[in-house]
């Protein structure tokens, strides 16, 4: 009998009202490694974490910031101590190789410790008065009840992106992770509890976080139908962002989205060759292709095309498939059947309707013991245009479309056509093409000479057009979005002195 996993609301672990449960199990050995049971939630299990947070936000939002903070900093500790079991538990639950899951451990960690000192400073801002003897200051206050919502490929970061900062200004929170990685979503909360009791004691606060497992249909859409839910953060496809802002903007929820990308790479004759070479090979088929932030367009020079394609070809074929757990694995399997079917159907696309040309993989891969797992080898198209839709709809799986530029202005006009705008990279070593690169480039990030993939903790993430809806994640600037600015005046002339009267 495999282990059935709960929900944590309130401070306790619970099983779902429905007594429902879903399997999880290995993407890359799916027939013989069942996981666990994870609990299939219901819209009476949302309603009791909701008010579970709304309580202990009266008190949680009183704990001193700096408090809050070594409670992150603790949680650090605790993920620092963990990070090999975790990494390893997160391969096995979503795919990606073991160095990546590492990698993905140590971005929870670098924001848990942004997190923790930002405590100390949360700074406001003060601004002269137009009246004498009176004070002008300005704080940053907790919103209160945060749903956060969360993708199955990055299952430990993206969360403590969200939760983190949430935290330690003084929001409650509660957490729907994906349901295809629920697992790394509970060692999270496990021990983000965990550091919480030993920096409160006795002071100790139920609900502050609560765990919700379940889909987005059943536990998602609670979230939005929930008055008590004052903002909701959520890294997933741009079809559901748009609902989550139709419905979140109708009820005047705060919304923070990180939606789709179709990010490309441009390379420019004079660059580096064998840099933007292992560049592309690692932004494409890094994580499967399935990062918001994967390379899925190449935009090659004229001059360079058929060389590179040649040689990334060559590179492209070499790539070692399997479990991520193993040695010397490059690329695991998709995250599920779903997933490898929707790369399949664009590999139809690309090769029936756009008629583009497939010069390597296109298949899955099925030799020896993958077999057992959703593995798709890595699939590169040449002689893409931009107006085909391999060229524009996002994949999410190991695919890249190679599309040739005559110069810089039409690789960035080539790069801007697509609805997307997250991240995208240049390889050149002219500085003024770079330069002007970074300025006309549509999106949230641009790599100079570096891949579109790994963004740094604590720099703004996020992008622009259908990426989101303007916030961003990372760094200083999501702070903005997990508090609210209260103006403060203070009068200490001993009159009644009136403000919007002449006083000039
Ligand atoms: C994502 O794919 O949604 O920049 C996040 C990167 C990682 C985060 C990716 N730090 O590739």
Not at 391 to 409: H, M, N, Q, T, Y
Request: hydrophobic share 40%; proline share 4%.
């Amino acid at each position: 009998m495999s282990e059935k996993f709960q929900n944590f609301i309130n401070g306790e672990w619970k099983y779902s009202d429905s007594g429902e449960f879903s399997e999880n199990r290995n993407p890359a050995n799916w027939k013989e490694d069942l996981i666990g049971l994870f609990p299939k939630s219901t819209v009476k299990d949302v309603k009791e974490a909701v008010q579970s947070a709304k309580k202990a936000f009266e008190k949680w939002r009183l704990v001193p910031a700096p408090k809050r903070g070594d409670v992150l900093k603790v949680v650090g500790d605790l993920m620092t101590e963990r990070k090999n079991e975790i990494a390893f538990e997160m391969t096995r639950e979503m795919g990606k190789v073991n160095a990546e899951t590492k990698g993905d451990t140590q971005e929870g960690i670098d924001t848990a410790y942004y997190a923790a000192s930002e405590g100390r400073r949360l700074f406001g801002m003060n601004a002269p008065s137009e009246l004498n003897n009176k004070m002008n200051l300005s704080f940053r206050m907790p919103v209160g009840v945060a749903g956060i919502i969360t993708p199955w490929n990055f299952p430990m970061a993206i969360p403590t992106w969200k939760i983190f900062p949430a935290l330690v200004c003084g929001n409650t929170v509660v957490f729907k992770p994906a349901e295809l990685t629920p697992k790394t979503a509970n060692t999270l909360i496990h021990i983000i509890d965990t550091a919480m009791k030993e920096v409160l004691g006795k002071d100790y606060i139920p609900g502050v976080v609560n765990l919700v497992h379940g889909s987005g249909r059943v536990v998602g859409e609670a979230f939005l139908a929930d008055k008590d839910i004052n903002l909701i953060s959520f890294t997933g496809s741009t079809e559901v962002g748009k609902r989550i802002n139709e419905v979140g903007g109708r009820e005047l929820k705060r919304v923070s989205l990180e939606l789709g990308g179709k990010n490309a790479q441009i390379v420019m004759p004079d660059a580096n060759m064998d840099l933007a070479l292992d560049a592309v090979l690692w932004g494409a088929f890094g994580t499967t292709g399935q990062r918001c932030t994967a390379t899925s367009r190449l935009i090659l020079h004229k001059d360079i095309y058929d060389m590179f394609v040649t040689r990334l070809t060559e590179k492209t074929s070499k790539l070692r498939l399997g479990y991520g757990n193993n040695e010397n694995v490059d690329v695991g399997p998709c995250v599920s059947e779903q997933q490898r079917e929707t790369v399949e159907y664009y590999v139809n696309v690309g090769l029936n309707e756009d008629k583009a040309k497939l010069c390597c993989g296109g298949k899955r891969a099925e030799d020896g013991d993958l077999a057992k797992g959703w593995f798709f080898k890595p699939t590169i198209f040449i002689e893409v245009t931009p107006e085909m839709r391999i060229a524009k709809e996002e994949i999410f799986g190991p695919v890249l479309s190679v599309i040739k530029c005559r110069d810089l202005d039409d690789a960035i006009k080539i790069l801007n056509n697509t609805e997307y705008g997250l991240s995208s990279s240049i390889f050149t070593n002219n500085v003024n093409d770079a330069f002007k690169a970074v300025r006309d480039i549509q999106a949230g990030i641009t790599y100079i000479n570096g891949a579109t993939i790994g963004a740094e903790a604590h720099m703004p993430f996020g992008g622009v057009k259908a990426t989101g809806n303007g916030h961003r994640e990372g760094g200083w600037t999501v702070y903005d979005f997990y508090t609210e600015w209260k103006a403060v005046y203070i009068d200490y002339s001993g009159k009644l002195q009136r403000a919007q009267i002449d006083n000039y």
